[in-house]
């Protein structure tokens, strides 16, 4: 089992900054990619980003070069760095690993506001 915790959330203005992170525990040896998705009010839960062990990283079309992921090893944490906020930022994130065996585990959440 592996659980995750999400947190960085919160309001921010347009154009603004925040750093989500996601600590993992538990069967962390299992873990392969651990990613970030979101899911706004009436929308399907969509990838943001993703990582792999090895560090290989991929976005959606439209983060790429506002937002970036990375992850420390030795903490245990991944992060996404979102930069140049607006509305449509606006949404639950959602961290995600995916470990050996096909399995997938879910933190709870955490709500990013973008508005002024």
């Known amino acids: 089992q592996v659980q995750l915790m999400e947190s960085g959330g919160g309001l921010v203005q347009p154009g603004g900054s925040l750093r989500l992170s996601c600590a993992a525990s538990?069967?962390?040896?299992?873990?392969?990619?651990m990613g970030w998705y979101r899911q706004a009010p009436g929308s399907q839960r969509e990838l943001v980003a993703s990582?792999?062990?090895?560090?290989?990283?991929n976005y959606a079309d439209s983060v790429k070069g506002r937002f970036t992921i990375s992850r420390d090893g030795a903490k245990n944490t991944v992060y996404l760095q979102m930069n140049s906020l607006n509305p449509e930022d606006t949404a639950v994130y959602y961290c995600?690993?995916?470990?050996?065996?096909?399995?997938?585990?879910w933190g709870k959440g955490t709500l990013v506001t973008v508005s002024s």
């Open positions: 538990g069967s962390i040896f299992s873990i392969n990619t």
């Open positions: 990582i792999t062990s090895s560090g290989t990283t």
């Open positions: 995600k690993a995916s470990a050996t065996g096909g399995r997938n585990y």
